[in-house]
Nanobody, 121 residues
């Protein structure tokens, strides 16, 4: 069993910063891609950023230059540093990981429970 637990969400003013963390735990042999998604009220879930085990990253156009994704492979943890936050960044942010469990043959997708980020003046 694998669990992803996010932390770091909250309320911030426009232009402010937040740092999200997501720690994976359980019977983990290896984690391939880790990423962040978000879902705003009335909208579909969208990808925010992703990072491979080797450190290659990609970002949604809407967050390029403002958000930075990173990971600590030894801790099975992924981070999202969010700077210059805008009102439209308000959403529930979900962590995602592509995990190979101990004794398993295939990688499976796991999701965290989500953490609320609200940008408001």
């Amino acid at each position: 069993q694998v669990q992803l637990v996010e932390s770091g969400g909250g309320l911030v003013q426009p232009g402010g910063s937040l740092r999200l963390s997501c720690a994976a735990s359980g019977s983990i042999f290896s984690i391939n891609v880790m990423g962040w998604y978000r879902q705003a009220p009335g909208k579909e879930r969208e990808v925010v950023a992703g990072i491979t085990r080797g450190g290659s990253t990609n970002y949604a156009d809407s967050v390029k230059g403002r958000f930075t994704i990173s990971r600590d492979n030894a801790k099975n943890t992924v981070y999202l540093q969010m700077n210059t936050l805008k009102l439209e960044d308000t959403a529930i942010y979900y962590c995602n990981a592509d995990v190979l469990g101990v004794g398993m043959k295939y990688y499976y997708d796991y999701w965290g429970q989500g953490t609320q980020v609200t940008v408001s003046s």
